[in-house]
């Protein structure tokens, strides 16, 4: 079973902020199996990535992934006001699982 | 448009039966896998298993293999979660979400739509 860790737990930053955020596996993922959603509270998640790097569709091109074997990132290049929600990561290898999520809060 | 509509919040006393719902609509239903997530109340998500409604194939998580039972009606377009005696650690929110891509896992997969969700309390 794959674990995904994520980090950091909380981030506090202002609007207009970069965010990075972190996912690394317990064993290598291919890039093409790995996802990120938000979720805003109160709300269903929402798909933002897949394939580790590509946008879903009607995401703001502020948001971006790379990554590759371990190691992950979400990278939101100026903070909205509605960016300020939770963030998971997720790998779809034979036993999908879900990171533990990243906080993005407001400083 | 894509949906998926969920049944209504219950609530339940331990040791009841419940059955949730998920209804699709926009595509076509039996060609995409569905899966059901658990966020327990302030937790995280958490992969329970999915049901290919084309044939009922279904795969679970080793955590949840045996505690809950997936079933679907494609001649309603319907996906089911059911649980035969409730805990009071099965209270939470479940989410059914369907794949990005035709096939079971791999290269771009990813839960594209989601319910919006249905919480089930189980409370004496």
């Known amino acids: 079973e794959i674990v995904l860790t994520q980090s950091p737990g909380t981030l506090s930053l202002s609007p207009g902020d970069r965010a990075t955020l972190s996912c690394r596996a317990s064993?290598?993922?291919?890039?093409?199996?790995l996802a990120w959603y938000q979720q805003r509270p109160g709300q269903a998640p929402r798909l933002l990535i897949y394939f580790a790097s590509s946008r879903a569709t009607g995401v703001p091109d502020r948001f971006s992934g790379s990554g590759s074997g371990t190691d992950f990132t979400l990278t939101i290049s100026r903070l909205e006001p509605e960016d300020f929600a939770v963030y998971y990561c997720q790998q779809f290898d034979n036993s999908p699982s879900f990171g533990q999520g990243t906080k993005l809060e407001i400083k | 448009e894509v949906q998926l509509v969920q049944s209504g919040a219950d609530v339940k006393k331990p040791g009841e039966s419940l059955k949730i719902s998920c209804k699709g609509s926009g595509y076509s239903f039996t060609d995409y896998w569905i899966g059901w997530v658990r966020q327990m109340p302030g937790k995280g998500l958490e992969w329970m298993g999915i049901i290919y409604p084309g044939d009922a194939d279904t795969k679970y998580s080793p955590s949840f293999q045996g505690q809950v039972t997936m079933s679907v009606d494609k001649s309603i377009s319907t996906a089911y979660l059911q649980w035969s005696s409730l805990k009071a650690s099965d209270t939470a929110m479940y989410y059914c979400a369907k794949h990005r891509r035709r096939g079971l896992y791999g290269s771009g997969q990813a839960f594209d739509y989601w319910g919006q969700g249905t919480l089930v309390t189980v409370s004496s």
């Open positions: 064993q290598s993922v291919s890039s093409s199996y």
